[in-house]
């Protein structure tokens, strides 16, 4: 599996759209993906809810950059996710939870919020508000 098959994959869940983002001109540590959560048949309050996932295949390793990053979105209210995947597992940890294993790389310290085989799974839990 790669980034790219997974992000073909998310493409396929139901009343998300994705955005790719990554790209040499944005910011550093900018995740892979913009999401917006829309079900037409959900009271309007419930329309619109942006997340913003980092893809890894394999364990979920960030760079300094990634971990700054989601730590600023997490302190500004911001949706801010990493999905990995991992023996044919999907694992949603969110951003805030990593934490420095040398100079270079950052691990979860925590477990993921949900870890399933199934993508559909996962879209109740980006469009939660989590402290």
């Not at 995740?31 to 829309?38: A, E, H, K, M, R």
């Not at 500004?76 to 999905?83: D, K, V």
């Amino acid at each position: 599996m790669t980034e790219a098959l997974l992000y073909n994959r998310l493409k396929s869940v139901p009343n998300v759209h994705w955005q790719r983002i990554e790209s040499a001109n944005t910011g550093s540590g900018i995740p892979d993906l913009n999401g917006i959560y829309f079900d037409k048949d959900l009271p309007f309050i419930n329309q619109g809810v942006e997340f913003w996932v980092e893809l890894k295949i394999g364990p979920p390793r960030l760079r300094p950059a990634q971990v700054a990053w989601h730590v600023r979105a997490h302190a500004q209210g911001r949706r801010a996710f990493i999905l990995s995947y991992r023996d044919e597992l999907y694992c949603l940890y969110r951003g805030k939870t990593f934490k420095e294993i040398d100079s270079s790389h950052f691990t979860p310290r925590e477990f993921p919020i949900i870890s399933t085989r199934s993508l559909e799974a996962i879209t109740p839990f980006l469009t939660k508000t989590y402290n």
